[in-house]
């Protein structure tokens, strides 16, 4: 018995009771502090940490122009069209493309209010940075309660270092980032046995990409699975009548929060059918088919060699705990994401570059203490409680496991800072991370020459330059739109002569040099008007 609970007995040998504290009273502030636990602040610190690096990381970038796809622009073109209260037409992948007839990622809408007041790529930037570091809290907050404050930071730690997070944060901004803090307080949840909050804070999973609902789906039949456990786990628990009188009425809400997740799984598998039958269609225009779409309109025939899909499902585990994940019904969550990866066509879509794994991070972490603290839960339902084993060598096989998870979160925070020698991270130890470059500057300057509200098709390099401030379409991707300006931040291809490079892109049209130093081309229209249109009335 606590201390500060301890009544002492009266004369007569009853009780005395206790004067009642106040809210304000010293002892009842002393009392509220020893119900907190140690360390509590420890995840916001944490995650206020990695929100600076992952910032200085995605911002360094932008400012020496070192997108490394259309990503980054194609978002922004979305954002800047949900700020003015339009459509999210995309010019990028075709004049007038509403982006949601790529991927429905509706939840993108919610960056609008503060691109509006900060029209620049990096207000996405710090949006991602801040998700991400967002969903260090909840996986910090549940190594903590589960194994302690050491090892719970540990988890952290290794969390918001691990390479799946570390390459999204580096690969300019995709809607991922609103799933992790999602994913994250939900398995939380989960973790607690908190289901209506699980539940809930899966729901709007849907919104960030279509194939998230058939994750939404394996989160309700998670829940599912924990209410039967703890049902059954009630029934079975020996005690007083009156203790499983209680115990069976936490069984009724764990039957009522089990229906509800059988009720968010076919809430997630009807809204990924209907988001992927239906709506990306209805956006996208005659043509779509889901499956060709994701493998190239059907040109990518290619299937994952077992070798890779082997290694990548190793670099998913084996940092988050050497395999021991395994253990966890947690990693069911992941089974979907990990499907359609391995049956998409995209090579990219196999390995560990990229954003792709970063969904991944938060559940094989969270699986990771999971499995920890089951087998350090005592008692007959833990994995080598007191009655776990029936022999001595079974007794001695469930030491050596409590021992080898007892210290895996301290390995895995150690394996993610050794990795981090080698991811993008590391970028920020170096002088030049920091520095804007001579050519920078120049491309900078001389697309300057291009007015705002100017039609301009462009490469990768400028994209993060022009799109607040002009009408950007891909370079050859214009369609029947005569752009007014051409951009290349790389010409090397067209280096021999820009402009015969541009009419051959545009017959019938002439285009002149307005500049070309450190190989960035700008080429301008001829022709005075702002656009041409070649099918014309």
């Not at 429905?104 to 998700?131: C, D, E, G, K, N």
């Not at 991270?425 to 291009?450: K, N």
Request: proline share 7%; aromatic share 8%.
């Amino acid at each position: 018995m606590d201390k500060t609970e301890a009544v002492l007995p009266a004369q007569g040998g009853a009780p005395a009771e206790a004067p009642a504290a106040t809210p304000d009273s010293p002892g009842a502030r002393k009392g509220m502090r020893d119900r907190l636990p140690a360390g509590r602040l420890d995840p916001y610190l944490l995650a206020s940490a990695f929100l600076c690096a992952y910032t200085a990381l995605s911002v360094s970038r932008d400012r020496r122009m070192l997108a490394m796809s259309w990503d980054l622009g194609i978002f922004e073109q979305a954002v800047k069209s949900y700020a003015h209260l339009r459509a999210p037409v995309v010019d990028l992948k075709g004049p007038g493309f509403d982006v949601l007839g790529d991927h429905f990622s509706p939840i993108t809408a919610l960056i609008a209010p503060f691109y509006r007041i900060f029209p620049t790529p990096v207000t996405l930037l710090v949006v991602q940075a801040l998700l991400f570091a967002v969903s260090v809290i909840p996986v910090t907050r549940a190594g903590v309660r589960a194994l302690g404050r050491g090892r719970g930071c540990a988890v952290g730690v290794a969390y918001g270092l691990s390479w799946g997070v570390q390459r999204a944060v580096d690969f300019d901004f995709h809607e991922v980032a609103f799933a992790m803090p999602l994913l994250a307080f939900s398995l939380e949840a989960v973790l607690r046995g908190k289901w209506t909050v699980a539940l809930w804070w899966a729901v709007p999973l849907v919104l960030v990409k279509e194939d998230m609902g058939a994750t939404v789906a394996m989160i309700g039949l998670l829940v599912r699975l924990r209410t039967r456990h703890e049902r059954r786990a009630a029934r079975s628990a020996p005690g007083e009548p009156g203790d499983r009188a209680g115990r069976e009425a936490g069984g009724g809400r764990g039957s009522s929060a089990g229906t509800y997740a059988l009720a968010l799984a076919a809430f997630g598998i009807a809204a990924s059918a209907w988001e992927v039958n239906w709506l990306i269609p209805a956006f996208h225009g005659p043509g779509y088919d889901a499956f060709t779409h994701i493998n190239g309109e059907g040109a990518l025939k290619g299937h994952v060699p077992v070798a890779t899909a082997v290694r990548t499902l190793l670099w998913v585990l084996l940092p988050a705990g050497g395999l021991l994940a395994l253990r966890s019904p947690l990693l069911l969550v992941a089974l979907p994401t990990l499907g359609w990866r391995f049956y998409s066509h995209y090579p990219e879509n196999w390995g560990t570059a990229w954003h792709y794994s970063a969904v991944l991070m938060p559940v094989v972490f969270l699986a990771l203490v999971d499995a920890v603290a089951a087998l350090e839960r005592p008692g007959p339902h833990g994995a080598f409680g007191p009655h776990g084993g029936v022999g001595p060598s079974a007794r001695r096989a469930g030491r050596r496991l409590r021992g080898y998870a007892a210290a895996m979160p301290a390995a895995a925070a150690g394996a993610a800072i050794a990795l981090t020698a080698h991811l993008p991270l590391a970028g920020l130890t170096h002088a030049d991370a920091y520095r804007v470059d001579a050519r920078t500057r120049t491309v900078e300057r001389l697309l300057d020459r291009i007015p705002d509200g100017a039609t301009v098709e462009s490469d990768v390099g400028p994209l993060s330059v022009l799109v607040r401030r002009t009408t950007v379409y891909w370079i050859g991707g214009s369609k029947d739109v005569v752009p007014q300006y051409i951009a290349l931040g790389s010409a090397a291809d067209w280096a021999d002569d820009p402009v015969g490079h541009a009419q051959a892109l545009h017959p019938g049209f002439r285009y002149t040099v307005v500049a070309n130093q450190d190989a960035c081309v700008i080429l301008r229209r001829v022709d005075p008007a702002q656009s041409v249109t070649l099918h014309m009335v």
